[in-house]
C-alpha cells in the first residue's frame, strides 16, 4: 500500500492527468474504471434535475445533482419571441434578441441566423421580404408550380441539401433558375415515385356547383377563346 503522502500527491495529479494531450480517451476510461465502482441515477421528483449516485472502490459513496439535458426542442420562451418577431426582423436579428434575453436552443447553445432559419422551417415562421429576387432566381412557389408539384416537396429537397438554393438574412429560399439548376429539379421530380406532376397547360378550370354548363352570356372573352365551353355548335 503506497505512503499517505504519495496517494495524496497522485490525487493532486489527477486533473493534470486527466487533461494532458498525451492523455486518450482510453485512458480516461481506464482511470475510471481504477477510481469508480458503478454510476447509480437515483429518482428525482424534479424533471429538469438528474440525481447521480457514484460508489468509489473505497466504498465511499457521493451524490451529484446536475441539470438534464433537454431533449432539443426549442423552449417555449425562445420560440415565442421568434413568432413574435419573424414578420418584421431578420433570422439574424431575431438571433441577437435571443441571445441578448439570455435564451439557448433546446440544447443549451446560443442562437445563430442559421439556427434560426431552421426553426421558421420547422414551424412555418415567414420572415420579411428584405431580400429581393434577382435575376433569373424564383421563389419556392414559382419553383414548385413550373415543376407541378407541391412546394413542399421542393421544401424537403431544401431541408436535405439535395438541390441548389441560397437562403437570404430573412431565412427565405431563393432557387437559381438557370437551364442546369432547373434540369436538377426536373430530374428529382422524375425520379420520384410518389410525385405526379400537373403542368399548368394541363390544368383544368373547376366545373360550376353541379357540374353544370355555365351561361354563355356570363362568359369573359377570354374563357370563350380558352374553350371552357369546349367545341361551340352552330345554332340552327
Not at 31 to 50: F, G, K, N
Not at 99 to 121: E, H, I, Q, S
Not at 139 to 153: M, R, T, Y
Request: net charge positive.
Amino acid at each position: 500500500m503506497p505512503a499517505t503522502t504519495s496517494l495524496q500527491a497522485l490525487a493532486q495529479d489527477l486533473p493534470r492527468l486527466w487533461h494532458a494531450e498525451t492523455t486518450s480517451p482510453r485512458d480516461r476510461k481506464r482511470l475510471l474504471r481504477s477510481l469508480i465502482a458503478d454510476v447509480t441515477l437515483l429518482p428525482e421528483p424534479d424533471a429538469h434535475t438528474m440525481r447521480i449516485g457514484v460508489r468509489w472502490h473505497t466504498g465511499v459513496t457521493d451524490e451529484l445533482a446536475v441539470a438534464r439535458p433537454g431533449p432539443g426542442r426549442t423552449p417555449h420562451a425562445a420560440l415565442e419571441v421568434i413568432r413574435h418577431h419573424g414578420a418584421t426582423h431578420t433570422s439574424a436579428e431575431i438571433a441577437d434578441m435571443l441571445n441578448n434575453a439570455g435564451l439557448t436552443t433546446g440544447k443549451g447553445k446560443p442562437f445563430t441566423a442559421g439556427g434560426v432559419a431552421r426553426v421558421r422551417d420547422a414551424y412555418k415562421i415567414f420572415g420579411p421580404r428584405t431580400v429581393a429576387v434577382q435575376a433569373c432566381e424564383v421563389s419556392v412557389k414559382q419553383a414548385a408550380d413550373e415543376l407541378g408539384i407541391p412546394a413542399d416537396a421542393v421544401y424537403n429537397w431544401l431541408r436535405l441539401g439535395q438541390v441548389p438554393a441560397r437562403r437570404g438574412p430573412s431565412g427565405r429560399w431563393r432557387i437559381p433558375w438557370d437551364p442546369a439548376t432547373r434540369e436538377i429539379y426536373r430530374q428529382k421530380v422524375a425520379g420520384s415515385f410518389r410525385l405526379k406532376p400537373v403542368l399548368p397547360a394541363q390544368r383544368t378550370h373547376p366545373q360550376p356547383p353541379g357540374g353544370a354548363t355555365p351561361d354563355p352570356a356570363e362568359l369573359s372573352a377570354n374563357d370563350l377563346t380558352a374553350g371552357r365551353l369546349g367545341p361551340v355548335m352552330p345554332v340552327t
